[in-house]
């Protein structure tokens, strides 16, 4: 199993699709489709993102702390 860490590389935004992407072996771009499809349903899906944005330790900043 691979941490959670928003990768330094291939991140468009802040990196949290590309790191949900790794964690569950799916590509980037599929998570990304994902997360603009919930969008279209009610729910706190901005805040969850800036949530884990705030949350999940950058790649560099998590090989550092280990």
Do not use: H, N
Not at 14 to 40: D, E, H, K, P, Q
């Amino acid at each position: 199993m691979s941490s959670l860490a928003r990768p330094t590389q291939g991140r468009m935004i802040g990196g949290v699709c590309a790191a949900l992407a790794r964690r569950f072996g799916t590509s980037a771009t599929t998570m990304r489709v994902i997360f603009l499809l919930s969008c279209l349903l009610p729910g706190p899906q901005f805040l969850l993102y800036i949530a884990l944005w705030i949350l999940l330790p950058s790649e560099d900043k998590a090989r550092t702390a280990w």
